[in-house]
């Protein structure tokens, strides 16, 4: 006989974890479409050069990338992430209007270990803009994951930084060119692992005769984001680090425009990992959360896709990338009834032996656009109480041959025990 | 220089097509709420012997399924199907409760000839119920599809028929036992191929000795499905064919309850190809479209999920499959505007040198929940009206010195021409 077991690094999402996820997911697609970014779809199959050219993910995630073959023998890889798609499409559709805004989301696979929170198969939710120079676009996609996150239902805080900034600053204080990437990587932990854990980190790498003073006094916060770019913009004296200040006085006037100022704090540290991106990164936490990770992240990547392409033409983009894993485990973590799930059923209809009405009656809740089902086992009014009990329906409505005689319902309250004699049009009322 | 391709039988959707398989996906996702079906998410990896377990999706199939394998040298599969983990879902949670009501929406993988709408990958769209004999869950499964297609625009109609019932016929009119699988894959093209086209192919098939006049005769839809089932009934006097009659009398009644009874046919010859189905099987069908082929359909497995499972249980289950790519095809063939896809951009801001206050105005349509977007280019009026009418947006807000002064809003209609200084507050009213 056949084990029946999943695949470890992938999941079955049962209804009640997936109602949550759809629920998100709805809010999300909402979000999008008021701010006029379009939805695609790409295929998970993608030839495996594709995913192997020189400029897509890399030699680290190509080593997780899952390779197969087909009756054709061509060699194939399933997608690891949504970024290869999106410039691919880009290249193979040149009409397409720019600004091109369009938001994706679906599966990406990598066959890597497995640690906490790591998948083999998981959704990735990317919204990009492709073919605006303008920070406007930059400030526009923090201002919809505000939009968003109060959609869900999570408060959010902001951080944004600027790469070239910090990257002119590390150079500033004495870190050799060939050692900025590496150097950020670290720098980025600073607010996990403080000055000292940075310092030590950073010795350990070999980046050691920098004046560390300097660093982590150019690195605090600062009381005004303002404030703060300032005394950098000063150190900061090349032509990069110039741009990024530069860049970030920009950002800073569209936050304010997009009244998204307060909720995004400055942090001159931030780096988000990866050397992808070359201007604006941000980062969204929720507030008052156990989780120390993002719930969504993201920034500028001019070079990307035209290094992509290898067509020598520029693609300035920024994009956003929602972490539903993540989102979901904040909600997990608020106190129940905090997000509200729309999707759960609002009543159910118990037939003594009157199926002819019961069915009439939870087809009129449908079509009145009332989450409602019905039982159809004929089992007794205590079972199907028990039932509806077990399935957490805050209503019943129980059928009998009294109410059918007197055209009318009897409506429980499954949180109160009351039973009310009603009419459906006060039923839809009640439940709506 | 990598050459930018998607593999044959895969394709990406661009967001004008996509926005129509989105707004179909929320009609039905809506409707599969309203009926309190549960989301369902299993992995597109699964253990290549589960896909291939005896009772899984067959010989056929499994010589189209994609395999690969991992760094841990497992062997894996891409689903073919979401049958196969759905059966998996209910096996590995046994105290899941019945009647488990779930759909399941996601990408599926063939690797075989590609012919006219054969796809490699494509995305399947599953509601099925598992615990319920009665038909009653047959019959609310039709009003489901009626409903779904009601809202996303599609006038159809459904026609139904029984396997047991069939299967009998067939033995009655003189098909050995042995052939009856056969013959019901011929017989199934009654309607396109005609009785001197089933007769042909049936004596291709070594399928000679029989009562062509009686089996036709009998196949014939009759004025009332009441009518048709009573001379067939009579005729199929076997235990199987006497249960096929009583399921589809029950289940006549319970569309009547449903209300659904005049958009549903009983044809005694359909059968859905394969020999998957137990009992009930329907197929729904775009009323007025050219197209051939069905938008949904579905019926009931009673013994698959068992099998499959080798726990010696029985799992009644009826199911419905929606055709994402059929219905999009459908409504392609329909007059322009006839279905609604109301997820295109409302209103298009232009800043004549204010962006302070276009800004501001854009983030207001957003709140008020309309789709709107804003050019950041700084390109004057007539390339930015040019790029509105490409995009094909319905209303323009130009917002020059005067207007802001005035504190209003140059409103322009798009079709017309017509252009009106309004306020903020006008504005939201008319495009909402």
Do not use: H
Request: charged share 30%; aromatic share 8%; with cysteine.
């Amino acid at each position: 006989m056949t084990e029946m077991r999943v695949l470890k690094g992938t999941k079955d999402y049962l209804p009640d974890e997936q109602a949550l996820r759809e629920k998100i997911r709805e809010d999300l697609v909402q979000t999008f479409r008021l701010y006029n970014f379009g939805p695609l779809e790409t295929p998970i199959l993608e030839y495996y050069d594709i995913l192997a050219s020189k400029y897509a993910g890399g030699e680290e995630i190509l080593k997780e990338t899952y390779t197969l073959g087909d009756q054709g023998e061509r060699e194939l890889g399933l997608r690891y992430d949504l970024t290869v798609p999106f410039s691919r499409v880009i290249a193979m559709n040149p009409n397409v209007k720019m600004p091109f805004k369009r938001w994706e989301m679906g599966k990406v696979f990598r066959d890597g270990p497995i640690k906490l929170g790591r998948y083999r198969e998981f959704t990735q939710c990317d919204v990009d803009v492709v073919g605006i120079k303008s920070m406007a676009a930059d400030a526009e996609l923090v201002s919809m994951a505000v939009d968003a996150f109060e959609r869900i239902g999570i408060p959010v805080y902001v951080e944004v930084n600027n790469m070239k900034l910090l990257s002119s600053i590390l150079e500033v204080v004495g870190v050799e060119k060939s050692k900025v990437k590496n150097a950020i990587l670290v720098v980025d932990k600073l607010k996990k692992i403080g000055p000292k854990g940075v310092k030590t980190e950073l010795e350990e790498k070999g980046i050691e005769k920098i004046d560390f003073n300097l660093l982590f006094g150019l690195l605090e916060d600062g009381k005004t984001k303002e404030g703060a770019l300032k005394r950098l913009e000063e150190k900061a004296v090349d032509k990069s680090g110039k741009e990024g200040a530069e860049e970030l006085r920009e950002l800073f006037k569209y936050l304010k425009r997009f009244d998204v100022d307060e909720i995004v704090r400055f942090v001159p540290s931030l780096a988000r990992g990866l050397g992808f991106y070359t201007g604006t990164i941000f980062e969204v936490y929720a507030k008052d959360s156990k989780m120390s990770s993002s719930v969504a992240g993201g920034g500028r990547y001019d070079e990307i896709i035209g290094k992509f392409l290898e067509s020598g033409k520029e693609y300035p983009a920024v994009g956003i990338s929602f972490g539903l894993e993540a989102i979901c485990d904040v909600i997990k973590g608020m106190p129940e009834g905090a997000v509200r799930i729309s999707s759960g059923l609002k009543v159910y209809v118990i037939s003594l032996e009157q199926m002819d009405k019961a069915i009439e009656t939870v087809s009129m809740f449908r079509s009145a656009g009332i989450e409602a089902d019905i039982g159809y086992s004929g089992r007794k009014l205590t079972k199907e109480l028990d039932y509806a009990n077990k399935i957490k329906v805050p209503y019943v409505i129980i059928l009998g041959k009294e109410e059918v005689k007197a055209g009318k319902l009897q409506l429980r309250d499954m949180n109160t025990g009351e039973q009310s004699l009603v009419s459906l049009e006060e039923a839809v009322r009640k439940l709506k």
